[in-house]
Every structure is written in structure tokens, then in C-alpha cells.
């Protein structure tokens, strides 16, 4: 054989080797339903259309063939709210896509969101994919509550603010959704997480810290979170997560939920290196050194729904 056959030979099978590992990841993250991300309390889909919530995320899951899409909600309010806004959204996308349910993942108070629409719409849900939700409630919430008890001048102040900032986000996302800063307090602490639970237990763990069903009403529920706080120096948001975390004592949590509250169905993982916005790749991906890629973690999720037929 001349040399040159050799060389072609060579070169083809060099093209071969690298286009293996490729080949080997497309549909990858190809579920059967679309994939929804829900943001949680003051979130967004995108900023002015230039910063994403998801930081990175949904492009990360379309790369290995999901369909993605980015839902909105209001930035504060109730979850039963939220999860009607979530409904309409959801019934849309059933319309323009012919797909009967999705895959719904939700991070913060879009943990309990997508719960809700889970419970009452088992229809339009194939999987729920918890991501740090406080599903027993926030210490943060709690704290608030007490401080700034109700009927005080101090909660109306607070609450004055965080619908003023919520109203900004809405705006600069293009959202008209309505916003409540106290229904959102009130499903966020203690006892209304238990009030909650109490009217929508699908996947909710029977012992404290344990794990939930993994299927219910036809629905997979899945859960994971972080539990470190000070994560990156060059990431401004630490430093109030880190007051957050003064609420939890000795407990583990991410800044803003505890490592038990954040556990429903089966929990793939409950201590991540990740505080609360490192969870959805916040902020511009700054996260510990040497920690997982949240947006990995989710493409592997999205793996893990294909191979379960969602």
C-alpha cells in the first residue's frame, strides 16, 4: 500500500476517533416531553434579554437535543398563583407544540410551583425536577416573619419594597404578571409550606429528611440542592446569602434552604457545593473551585429522563 493510501487511511480514521465522542452525545438530553424551567422568588427569564435566570442552561440542554423552554411567573406571589400562571403557560405550549406534558423543572419557589400543577394537573406533568426548593419551608421566611410580624409598619415597609423590586423585574422581563410579596412570605415560611404540603403531599418525604414517592398520580418527582454558602470571592451575592445563612444555626443549607427542605421524590443529591443562586449558574457561572457544572447536573437529569422514557 503507498504511502499515500496510508495517510488517507490515517486520516480518515483520526476523523472517525474524534467524531466518536459526538456522535456518542447527540440526543444525549433528547426527552420525549419538552423540558420547562420555572424560576423561583424575584426571578426571570431574561433581564432585558441579555441575562438569562438559567444562566447557560437551556442551551446546554438543547445541545444534546431537548426542547427547551423558559417559563415565566410572577417574581412574588403565592405558589397556588404561581402554579395557575404556570397552567396557562403550560396549556399554551400544548397548543403550539402537540405535546401532551413536560418535563418541569423548578428552582427556589419554583420547586412548590411546579409541585402544585403536578397535583392538579397530572395531565400536563410527565416529571417534576426539584432543584434547592424549600419544600418544608425557608428559615429566611420564618425569620422575616417574626422581625416584621404582621399588621407592623416594618412588614408593610418590606413588603412595599419587594413588590417594587418585583414590579422592575417584571418589567424588564416583559412579564405582566400581578406580584404579592406577602402571599409569597406566606408560602414560604414554616407553617405555610406545611399548610402547603398538607393540601398537595405528592412526593413530599414521610420522615424528616427522607425521601418522598417516586412516582405519583402518574408523575416522576426527583429533588437535589447544595449546601455550601460562601462559594466564590468574586461573586457579590455571597455576601447576603451568607447573612441568610446565619437563620440555620448549625444545619446545612445553601443560603437561603435547608438541606432536609429541600428533599422531594428521589433525591439525586443534597449537598452540592453550590449556594442558592449557584444552583442555576449564578451569578455569570461563578461558583467554587473545582465544583460540578449545574448546567451538567441538569443535562445528566435530562439524560436520566430520557433513559426513563419521560
Not at 416594618?154 to 413588590?163: C, I, M, Q, S, T
Not at 436520566?304 to 422514557?309: E, I, T, V
Request: hydrophobic content about 40%; proline content about 4%; some cysteine.
Amino acid at each position: 500500500m503507498s504511502r499515500f493510501l496510508i495517510g488517507r487511511l490515517c486520516g480518515v480514521l483520526l476523523c472517525l476517533l474524534f467524531a466518536l465522542p459526538v456522535a456518542a452525545q447527540s440526543g444525549y438530553t433528547q426527552t420525549r416531553q419538552p423540558i420547562v424551567l420555572v424560576h423561583g422568588l424575584l426571578g426571570f427569564d431574561s433581564l432585558f434579554g441579555v441575562y438569562d435566570y438559567w444562566y447557560g442552561i437551556p442551551a446546554e440542554l438543547s445541545s444534546g437535543g431537548a426542547q427547551v423552554y423558559v417559563a415565566t411567573v410572577s417574581a412574588s406571589n403565592s405558589s397556588e398563583v404561581r402554579g395557575e400562571q404556570l397552567i396557562v403557560y403550560l396549556d399554551h405550549l400544548r397548543a403550539i407544540t402537540g405535546k401532551q406534558s413536560f418535563n418541569l423543572i423548578g428552582h427556589s419557589h419554583g420547586g412548590p410551583t411546579i409541585r402544585y400543577v403536578a397535583a392538579v394537573r397530572p395531565d400536563l406533568v410527565a416529571s417534576v425536577t426539584s432543584v434547592g426548593a424549600p419544600h418544608t419551608g425557608s428559615k429566611v421566611a420564618d425569620g422575616l416573619a417574626t422581625t416584621f410580624p404582621a399588621g407592623s409598619a416594618g412588614r408593610a415597609l418590606v413588603a412595599g419594597f419587594v413588590n417594587a423590586l418585583s414590579t422592575f423585574i417584571a418589567v424588564s422581563s416583559g412579564d405582566a404578571h400581578p406580584q404579592d410579596a406577602l402571599a409569597a412570605l406566606t408560602s414560604l415560611n414554616s407553617v405555610g409550606a406545611a399548610q402547603f404540603n398538607a393540601r398537595y403531599p405528592q412526593g413530599m418525604p414521610a420522615t424528616s429528611c427522607g425521601q418522598g414517592a417516586a412516582t405519583a398520580q402518574g408523575v416522576r418527582y426527583y429533588s437535589l440542592g447544595g449546601t455550601s454558602v460562601l462559594t466564590n470571592i468574586f461573586d457579590a451575592s455571597d455576601a447576603l446569602l451568607g447573612a441568610g445563612s446565619l437563620f440555620f444555626g448549625f444545619e446545612a443549607n445553601d443560603g437561603l434552604v435547608g438541606r432536609c427542605s429541600s428533599h422531594l421524590g428521589t433525591v439525586l443529591r443534597d449537598d452540592y457545593p453550590w449556594n442558592h443562586l449557584d444552583e442555576v449558574n449564578q451569578t455569570f457561572g461563578l461558583r467554587q473551585l473545582f465544583s460540578a457544572s449545574p448546567a451538567s447536573v441538569l443535562r445528566t437529569q435530562a439524560n436520566r429522563l430520557k433513559n426513563a422514557g419521560l
